[in-house]
């Protein structure tokens, strides 16, 4: 039997909502929130729903334990509810502790009491819109350390009926492809061989510095 993270989701709005529907797909997920519509809202969605103040140290610490993997904080919008439950959760001894906060005030304040990550959902919403519309051809990036990313691109059309060699990505422009997702039919290549054809139908992932795969769009478009 596959192992699954526990993890807890607190604060059910919009992103916290979202955000741990996605979870319960592949995690056993605690969803909490004060408001028992919102806990109602989720409850067919994910493992368990329950209506807890995260504010009161002596509820929360009877559903969340140190055994958890991850809690999230999805209370954003409150500040000092944000604050409380985070020192609750510190002084109950979980491990891995993300926060979204809504200013740099408020992550600073999280970042001392111990959180690992804080997260701006708006902030990172738009630089992800920001990149794609600058770079039409980017259907999806992950961002890496100093400055690497893993990019979905869709193919120009100079690139159509040429192999990976003949394009000589990794020698030109310095990215690598790392696979392919063949769009007709349905496949998805790891790896693929230098002799593999570009095809129209084709989503390229890409590795490799941003300006770099910015320069390659821009020469081979």
Not at 111 to 134: C, D, K, N, Y
């Amino acid at each position: 039997m596959k192992w699954k993270k526990h993890i807890c989701v607190i604060g059910l709005g919009q992103f916290g909502m979202e955000l741990a529907r996605e979870l319960s797909k592949s995690c056993e997920v605690l969803a909490l929130d004060v408001n028992e519509d919102l806990v109602y809202a989720i409850a067919d969605d994910v493992q368990r729903a329950m209506a807890v103040d995260a504010r009161d140290y002596a509820s929360l610490k009877q559903v969340v334990t140190a055994d958890f993997d991850e809690v999230i904080v999805s209370l954003g919008e409150s500040l000092e509810a944000s604050i409380l439950c985070t020192l609750h959760l510190k002084k109950i001894g979980v491990k891995m502790i993300r926060a979204k906060v809504m200013s740099e005030d408020h992550a600073a304040i999280l970042h001392s009491l111990g959180v690992q990550e804080v997260i701006f959902p708006e902030r990172e919403t738009a630089w992800r819109l920001a990149v794609q519309i600058m770079n039409p051809n980017l259907l999806d990036y992950i961002p890496l350390e100093a400055g690497y990313r893993v990019m979905d691109v869709a193919p120009p059309n100079s690139f159509y009926g040429r192999s990976l060699m003949e394009l000589g990505l990794r020698k030109q422009y310095g990215v690598f492809v790392i696979a392919v997702k063949e769009l007709v039919p349905q496949r998805f290549v790891f790896l693929p061989e230098p002799s593999f054809v570009v095809k129209p139908s084709d989503i390229l992932v890409m590795i490799g510095r941003e300006e770099q795969l910015a320069l390659l769009q821009e020469k081979a478009a």
